[in-house]
Structure formats: structure tokens, C-alpha cells
């Protein structure tokens, strides 16, 4: 295996993993480490201090042990990538590609590496088992991605160990679900045959994603496709029986209605119920993943009364946000706390606010905070509008009673002051809850209710 191999091999590992080429710095560390040559040495080549050799060094051995699914450090570096070139050479023999930890390689080293979105659906292996899988639909895996470590772990457990049929990543526009999907993928999908990501973003009809998961799933064509979504859905249910398959739908609020309580259809997507409700109830091996703003009635009953359907609600980034505002060149750090926690470490809304104050305050974060009034911009309000825009009219009273109140409040006090009967303000608030709307605190023998600061700024503009 000569040098260009091993940067090649290298670069395709961090291309597919980050959508990102290798740096002629880190080829320079990684070439410089093939060759038994101590940081120190590769320091003075590269002509920088030994330090940042060795920062760039540990994001490289990151990154490959990510990719790889086992660690890779400077002095197993060499052995590894052997080990690797001669399981894609052996395997590739007779296939155009090789599965290797999290990533696909091409088992032509000499091409270069397509973006991600190109890879392939055709065949590809693990040394342990085959799996197949189509990605085309899923986005880029962003550059940087912090923590989540635990909602991983959580994840992890439900679908290797618990072997769950379905698992809901919900949470409000913004909070990274499908960056958590994609990060969550390597870690799971070894256990899979095949794997397919889909996006509902575009509203297809159930008979649109029907078809589209068995073409890939049974390799048949368009045309010896059953014509009925009954036949469609039975034919969907024996491929998720007889293989592992790995499902994930991402933005599945696009089929849910607007104006009504939350997790009610679309009228012309009202079958889609079935879809959720076979694969949670029906006896399989396969998982379905899916990603959306609010819960699908049926994965609110099936993660109530299945112990194999699980829902994850995706809150705020937390302390890990700083990582965000670091990588934006904030300034002020002990003034990122009051800010993250402003908006909620919610990761995009943070990437807009920080843009926002480099543009504005040159990166002072303390001189933006001195402003009482809460800054949205028109992006982050045309995003929260399309949230807002789904409520029913009773949530929009409610969520107005609750941010005209400073502090949190009780539901007597609501009842007080929209007067309408509690039946219809539970089905309301459970509703906002789903939506990650609401806060809800406990105080004593009463649960308050209250919104964050971001959400109630909204509630306000919009009402005026
Ligand atoms: N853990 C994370 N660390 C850093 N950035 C993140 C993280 N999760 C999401 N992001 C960023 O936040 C933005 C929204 O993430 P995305 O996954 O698209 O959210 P959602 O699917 O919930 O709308 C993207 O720019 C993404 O790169
Ligand atoms: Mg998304």
C-alpha cells in the first residue's frame, strides 16, 4: 500500500463522513505519521508549532474512528488502514463497493469520491453482514455536530437492544432531529440488511412513498408494481417481515394538518395512519424512524401502549451550544450562557442570532444583550410562523393568554382568563406540548405553564 492509497483511503473515510476533502495540512500529519515521523518533525515541515500538529492530528483520529466504528489513534493508524486495504481489495473482487464502518468506500481507490447524496443504492457489505442502503434523500451530514450524546445512547438502546419497531425524533423546526438521524445512522446500521432514508418534505402520497421504499427493498420495477395502495402496503409489510429493514421518514409534519390539534392528517394523507400503525403493531425485526415537529395520532397511542414504539422529544443543545458560538467567533463568553439559554440552545435559532450579532455587533455578545427587547430577525420569525400557522384557534388563545402573564401559570388561571371549558384547554395543551410549545414547571402540587422567552415574543408579534 503505497502513500497515495493511504491518503486516498483517508480522504474518501473524511468525505463521506464530513462531505469535506482532507486538508493539505491533515495529508501532510497523516503522511508524515505513515512514515514513523514524530509530531515534532511534521511540525517542522509544515512549518506551524507542534501543538496545532497535534489538535489537527486528534480531529483526524476522531474522525476516521467515527467513520470507522473503532479508534484510530497514531499508532494504530498504520495497521488499520492495512487491515482496511486488504478487506476492500478481498471484497471488492466481485462488488463495486464495501460498507466500512459508517461510511461506503469505493473499492476503486483510483476514483474520486462522489457527495454523499450520489452514493448509490447498489450493493455493499459489511465484514459482518450485507447491507444495502439508499441515502440519495437524505441531506449533507453537517460539519459540525455537538453532544447528543445521551439522546444517541437513548436511541442506540431502542434500536439494538430493544429492538423497537418504531421511534419518533420530535421536536420544534430548528433543533437538530434530522442531524441527530444522520449521526445516528453509523451506529446503528450495521444491524440492517437494508436502509433507506426518505423525506416527506415534498408531501408525497402514501401510494408515492410506498412505492419508492419497495423498488428499493425488492429491486422491481415501476411497472411490475401492484397498482393498489392495499397491495402496496402488503407487499411493503412482507419485505419489512423477511428483512431487517431500517426505515427513516423525515419531515413528517408536511402530512399532518394545520388549524386542528396536533397529529391529525392531512385529509388526503389520512392512510398514512395505517403505514404507522402496521409496521408499530405488526411482528418484524425492522425499525421505522421518523423524524417530525409533532407526533402522528398512532405514535402517540402506539409509544403509550407498545413497549417496542418509543418517542424522543429533542429539547436545547444546553452547555454544548458554546461550541456553536465559539465556532462563530463570539465574543463575551461569560455572557453565552444568558444567550443560549435565551434561545433555548436550539442550535439553528442560535446560528441565526449569532450571524445576526456578528453582522450588527461585530461579535459582542454583551452589547447585543443590552437591547431589553428580544431580537428574532425575519428568519427566525418566518420559521416560527410556519409553527404558529398549524395551531388550532383555541391553542392560539391559549399560547396568547400564557405570554401576556410574566410569570408561569396555573390552569385555573387560563381557565380564568380564555374561558373555555378544561376539557377543550387540556386537549389544548397537550397539543402545544407535543408541538414543544410549552414549558411546563412543577411548583409545589400545581404544574405551571409558561413559554420561552423566543416563543413568546412570537406569541406576542403575532397576535398584534
Ligand atoms: N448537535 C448539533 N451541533 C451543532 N449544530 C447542530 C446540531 N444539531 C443541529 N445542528 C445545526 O442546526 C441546524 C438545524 O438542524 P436540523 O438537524 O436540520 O434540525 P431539524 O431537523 O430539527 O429542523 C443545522 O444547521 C444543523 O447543522
Ligand atoms: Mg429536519
Redesign the pocket.
Known sequence: MDIQQVLKLADDLAFTKTGKHLSSLQETILTGVWSSQKYGEIATTCNCTEEHVKKVASEIWQLLSEALGEPVNKSNFKSTLKRLHISIVSSTVEKNSVQIGSVNVCGDTSHSPKTPKDRSPSPSETTKSPIRQDLRDA?DI?S?????TSELATLQQWIIQERCRTVAIL?????????????LLPQVQHQFEFVIWRSLGTSPTLQTTLKSLIKFLSNLPETELPASTDELLSLLMEKVRSHRCLIIL??VQTILSSGQIAGNYRPEYQNYCTLFKLIGETCHNSCLIL?SWEPPREIVALSRENSRCHSLQ?GG?GA??S??LREKGLLDEDKWECLINTYRG???WL?IVAFAIQELFSSRVAEFLKYDMLFLGEELKAILQQQFDRLSELEKQVMCCIANEIDAVAISQIIEKVQISPPELFDALQSLGRRGLIEKLEAGDRSLFSLSPVVRQYAKIDRE
Do not use: M, W
Open positions: 441531506p453537517a459540525s455536530f455537538y453532544d447528543r421536536g420544534i423546526s430548528g433543533i437538530g432531529k434530522t442531524n441527530l438521524a444522520l449521526h423525515d419531515d423524524n429533542v443543545l454544548a451550544a461550541e456553536i436550539n442550535p439553528l446560528k
